[in-house]
């Protein structure tokens, strides 16, 4: 199955890269859903995502993170799953088999300026481990599994969804 048969668009990238915010508007501009696979684990755990961390550590957190979203079943919607997802294999493979990977890629200056308290936003953060630690493993994880990758730089939301889409049409994802 090509680039263009799939029915989903998948938005990976740090967390701050904009995933729910610029999800919300582009799934409005396709006529697509939207769904904050964040919100799917918290719904199937009924714990918050830091309640979760806390009680399973950020490696049950992340078996359960890739299992949901490995089993996760959707058709016109724009997913966006939680940062760490990257790290699961079967998570990735299975969403990309659904759809179509865009990277919505920050540089760090601007990653740090729009990031406040790691640990409150449900952040896996390994012992020992900054920003710039999991920035520096993570970019090279998403550039991996990307169709499309979307270089933010300036660019305002709403110019971030439309090249975005625009990437997509070019590309016959949409």
């Known amino acids: 199955m090509g680039i263009h048969m799939k029915k989903n668009i998948v938005l990976i990238g740090m967390p ?8 919300v508007v582009l799934a409005k501009l396709l006529r697509y859903q939207f769904v904050d696979m964040d919100i799917v684990i918290q719904e199937q755990e009924k714990r918050l995502l830091r309640e979760i961390i806390a009680d399973e550590g950020n490696d049950g957190f992340m078996a359960i993170e890739n299992r949901v979203n490995a ?3 959707a058709e016109h919607t724009v997913i966006a ?8 294999k079967e998570a990735m493979e299975h969403l990309k088999e659904i759809g179509t990977i865009v990277y919505l890629k920050l540089d760090y200056e601007n990653l740090e300026k729009r990031l406040g308290d790691l640990k409150a936003r449900g952040v896996v953060l390994k ?11 993570r970019t090279p994880l998403y550039e991996k599994y990307a169709d499309i990758i979307m270089d933010e730089g300036s660019m ?17 994802c949409v």
């Open 71 to 73: 089993e996760f079943e």
């Open 16 to 23: 701050g890269s904009g995933k729910s915010t610029i999800g």
């Open 156 to 172: 305002d939301l709403i110019a971030t969804v439309n090249a975005i889409k625009e990437e997509l049409e070019r590309n016959g």
């Open 127 to 137: 012992d020992g481990y900054t920003l710039r630690t999991l920035y520096d493993e």
């Open 81 to 88: 799953p939680g940062g760490s997802v990257i790290y699961g």
